[in-house]
């Protein structure tokens, strides 16, 4: 999606310490027609933000304003209000806020939320110098299911990588590992991390990071124009936000060019984002469903096909 709307991001990115991994490379068998596709690009989050709204503010028809807030809509949403007293007029007011940050009232879906029951506890590393990436059997990254927890870890940009715990929300013993110490433990009695935050591999140039009150919700049979995270959110393991923000950014553009009023532009841009993200949504529920009845002990018939895939894709032998 960026390659087609907006290359000059993924230059900038590359120039920033990003780097590119050729998944069909480490696929059995001979390539197939769109495995140039498959490419992975390793990089933080705050980094790729950062080429976005450069590219956004580099844009002549695109106003930034900074160290403003949102309060509310104009009534009948032709326009919204910021935090100075000013007014702006809009022809479609665009809802980007993502998860959670909503001005009071502000006019979202009713959706009910379903907790993805799981908390994470993240950690950035930096590896040291004359060390690499570890190599192994994995697809993309050493991750693993303890049975009762688990783990994942992420490339970065610039030599860096984070490791994540990934804990029921219901274990409240487990939520020491919020503490620098404890994590520590927990990463060097698990392989392969206890290589890859050893002190001769990386060091850690973040404390750990806690992530909870995660749910995932669909908002696709509203009105309004919600885009990325603000439209449907999920499992933030699955990472879908920032690539659905881009989906939905194309499907918006090409609505906006197909339409000419605020109505048929939502309905056009909702009836073409909505089904992927339902069914993402619904996907991400079955794997949520699935993990925390088998990190509780419940017994479980045979998963689904993807969610086994999914699941065993990329493990790591104890």
């Known amino acids: 999606m960026l390659r087609e709307l907006a290359p000059n991001v993924i230059d900038a990115l590359l120039d920033a310490g990003a780097e590119e991994q050729d998944l069909a490379a480490r696929l ?4 197939q027609p769109g495995d140039e596709d498959l490419v992975y690009l390793w990089v933080r989050r705050p980094v790729v933000e950062w080429a976005l709204r450069r ?28 935090d100075d007293g000013e007014e702006v007029c809009a022809d479609v007011v665009v809802d980007a806020l993502g998860r959670y940050r909503c001005p009071p009232g502000w006019p979202r879906a009713r959706a009910e939320p379903t907790e993805c029951g799981s908390i994470y506890y993240c950690r950035y590393f930096e590896l040291v110098p004359g060390a690499e990436h570890l190599a192994g059997p994995w697809l993309l990254n050493p991750r693993g ?8 870890t992420f490339r970065g940009d610039n030599r860096t990588f984070a490791v994540i715990f990934i804990v029921p929300t219901a274990d409240h013993e487990l939520r020491v590992l919020k503490d620098n110490r404890a994590w520590e433990a927990a990463a060097r009695a698990c392989s392969p991390l206890d290589v890859m935050t050893s002190p001769e591999h990386a060091r850690p140039i973040t404390d750990v990071m806690p992530m909870g009150g995660l749910a995932n919700i669909d908002r696709t049979r509203g009105s309004g124009v919600p885009v990325g995270d603000a439209l449907c959110h999920t499992n933030p393991m699955f990472a ?8 939905h950014a194309q499907a ?3 609505a ?5 009023t605020p109505e048929d532009v939502t309905e056009a841009y909702l009836a073409d984002v909505g089904p992927e993200a ?10 949520d469903a699935a993990r925390n009845a088998a990190w509780s002990g419940t017994p479980a018939g045979p998963p689904p096909e993807e969610l086994l895939r999914i699941a ?3 493990l790591v032998s104890p």
């Open 256 to 260: 906006s060019t197909a339409h000419t």
């Open 240 to 247: 879908y936000g920032l690539s659905f923000s881009l989906v």
């Open 252 to 254: 918006l553009a090409k």
């Open 55 to 82: 590219a956004a503010a580099a844009e002549p028809g695109v106003q930034l304003v900074s160290g403003r807030q949102v309060t509310h809509l104009v009534p009948g949403a032709s326009g919204f209000h910021l």
């Open 145 to 152: 299911d303890l049975g009762y927890m688990g783990f994942n």
């Open 278 to 287: 339902r069914e993402r949504h619904a996907f991400s529920l079955e794997f």
């Open 312 to 314: 065993t894709a990329d």
């Open 28 to 31: 059995a068998g001979p390539r």
